[in-house]
């Protein structure tokens, strides 16, 4: 193969960008030990309660890119019973964090609904943070199916 000025110029920019690219590659999926240190950061360390909180999610999912998820908080959404946010974090995508709801007092109830992409079965946590500086938490495990196989 005859090498010619364009074939260089082509070959060194390519370089150039998966050098640069390669950079930022991350590792392919999260632990389960990212998704607690995760959380933790987001309760400042404090060890998230049982109860209050309701996560929805399918037990066996036959398509991982669109798996609904639903949360909701038990809340009389004033005071110190006011939901300020809630966090969902899967344990098994390249970054924990999935999605961040906020809520205030005129949202009238601590209730959202949305689709994740989950690449393999894992965890699937909600956890909530209340007025009064207290957290709740909610797992469950979803079945992503490979092929209509059990994955």
Do not use: W, Y
């Not at 930022?24 to 030990?33: C, F, G, K, N, Q």
């Not at 404090?46 to 999912?61: N, R, V, W, Y």
């Not at 959202?112 to 469950?140: C, E, W, Y």
Request: aromatic share 4%.
């Amino acid at each position: 193969m005859k090498l010619t000025r364009r074939h260089v110029l082509g070959l060194t920019v390519g370089a150039a960008a998966f050098a640069v690219a390669g950079a930022r590659i991350s590792p392919a999926l999260a632990s389960v030990e990212d998704t607690e240190k995760a959380i933790m950061d987001f309760t400042g360390g404090i060890a998230p309660g049982a109860g209050k909180i309701t996560l929805t999610a399918p037990e066996i999912a036959e398509n991982g890119n669109t798996v609904p998820i639903s949360v909701s908080v038990e809340s009389a959404m004033e005071g110190d019973d006011l939901v300020e946010s809630v966090i969902l974090f899967a344990d098994g995508n390249p970054s924990p964090p999935v999605a961040t709801f906020h809520f205030t007092e005129m949202s009238g109830a601590a209730l959202a609904t949305t689709r994740m992409r989950l690449a393999k079965t894992q965890n699937v946590v909600a956890v909530a943070k209340m007025k009064d500086g207290s957290f709740f938490m909610d797992k469950k495990e979803v079945k992503v199916t490979i092929g209509g196989c059990g994955g």
